[in-house]
């Protein structure tokens, strides 16, 4: 088998995660699971009047991978609009990485997920619409199929 490299950023978001923990009274929280490694993220956004995200944390039962993009991902999204922050993919997150091992990709789904969840569950509190933001899955399982039919 193949080794599996992983960049220094991963490593140092792994090894030092960014925004662990919860908020309080979140503006929105936002679970997703993986049902076929069995992990599972939770996001929480504290967002200000003006729709700023002002403090983004996290909290995973989850593999190496998906702390290092949780972390990478809430660090990108604080301090953004809800709207730029729906432009924070796992593309995005990866990129901020210096990529990661095409096995790990489905891994950052998790965040980006967790993510929207948490904005739905902003948006639907205080009755708003945001503009991009679908309904998000509990579990981002089902879309991987195709993805992982060749291992
Ligand atoms: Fe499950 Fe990485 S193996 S999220």
Not at 64 to 80: D, F, P, Q, R, Y
Request: charged share 30%; proline share 3%.
């Amino acid at each position: 088998m193949e080794k599996i490299m992983y960049s220094e950023k991963v490593m140092d978001h792994f090894s030092n995660p960014r925004n662990v923990g919860e908020i309080e009274n979140a503006s929105g929280v936002g679970t997703v699971g993986n049902a076929k490694c069995g992990d599972i993220m939770r996001i929480y956004l504290d967002i200000d009047g003006d729709g700023i995200i002002n403090d983004c944390k996290f909290k995973t039962f989850g593999c190496g991978a998906a702390v290092a993009t949780s972390s990478m991902a809430t660090e990108l999204v604080k301090g953004k609009s809800v709207e730029d922050a729906l432009q924070v993919t796992n593309k995005a997150v990866m990129e901020a990485l210096d990529g990661l091992p095409p096995v790990k990709v489905h891994c950052s789904l998790l965040a980006e997920e967790a993510i929207h969840a948490a904005l739905w569950d902003y948006a639907e509190k205080n009755g708003l619409k945001i503009e991009g933001l679908e309904k998000p899955k509990a579990d981002i399982h089902e879309d991987e199929e195709e993805e992982q039919e060749e291992y």
